[in-house]
């Protein structure tokens, strides 16, 4: 095993012995390679899973789930009144605020669905992703787009400050741009490096995309706003703990922990902060 192939499962670990409850009824398990040893982490508790409930983010992360005898159910198939009790889930890079950028994998509309759903979201992942500001070395912001849209979509990308947003494609060039579990495109748009709420705060720039510098909650809310756009890969704004903690039903879309497997066999746990 690699030494980032043991930082993954040195993350996992501990955030399943922080976080996991044996009584609990729905967990959501996100996407991507991390989450494969979060699942390997529970079933190597020994504690009996047969009443809880295991929702995916997609088709991977449901085998993740079948594959090690746990019993999914489809997002759309939740009670309706149903909060998820946590949700594990990777990312593809988080910032000292815990913002997160998703969407790698071309999962996030739902992983987004399921932290929205869970009263608290963990996320976890190696020491690669953790970074003072989001972009500063993952390229770009993944986004999902409905097909017909996507001129559209792209043409307004650039208008935002992205030099060069670009429509996903298989590794094979002839077999087209990659399709989400939704049928959609995803587009990767590149911005300069995001500024926190606090940058915004103490100065650093007003983060409305002027050269195209952007804080990274207003970029979001832009972003969503292009006509043909069905999910932002940026994961903003409240955790579920402050979204109830406001006296709202629901979860929020960053976590209230992070866990970073880091090269020396430790892990890093970064806690949310409180807004202010």
């Known amino acids: 095993m690699t030494d980032i192939e043991t930082a993954k499962r040195n993350a996992a670990n501990r955030a399943v012995k922080d976080h996991f409850d044996p009584q609990a009824r729905f967990i959501g398990i996100g996407s991507g390679s991390t989450i494969v040893y979060v699942v390997e982490a529970i079933k190597a508790l020994g504690v009996d899973t047969s009443n809880i409930t295991f929702v995916p983010t997609g088709y991977q ?18 009670p309706g009144d149903v909060l998820l009790d946590l949700a594990f889930d990777g990312a593809d890079e988080v910032d000292e605020d815990l913002n997160c950028i998703k969407g790698g994998g071309a999962c996030l509309y739902q992983e987004k669905l399921v932290a929205m759903q869970a009263r608290k979201f963990i996320c976890v992942a190696d020491h690669r992703k953790l970074r003072p ?67 915004v705060m103490q100065g650093k720039g007003e983060g409305k995309g002027e050269g195209g510098r952007w804080e990274v909650e207003a970029l979001a809310r832009e972003i969503k706003l292009i006509q043909g756009v069905l999910e932002v890969g940026l994961f903003v704004g409240r955790n579920g703990e402050e979204v109830r903690r406001d006296g709202e039903a629901g979860g929020g879309q960053k976590p209230v922990a992070a866990y970073f497997g880091m090269g020396d066999g430790g892990v890093e746990v970064r806690r949310a902060k409180e807004r202010g």
């Open 61 to 78: 992360s449901r085998q993740v789930i079948v594959n090690a005898g746990l019993t999914p159910i489809a997002f759309d198939s939740l």
């Open 133 to 199: 500001r989001l972009l500063s070395t993952w390229p770009s912001i993944p986004i999902e787009v409905e097909p017909l849209a996507t001129p559209r979509v792209l043409r307004t990308l650039r208008t935002l400050g992205s030099p060069s947003p670009t429509v996903r494609t298989n590794l094979v060039a002839k077999s087209g741009p990659i399709k989400t579990d939704q049928d959609n495109f995803i587009v990767d748009a590149p911005f300069p490096t995001l500024l926190t709420p606090t940058d």
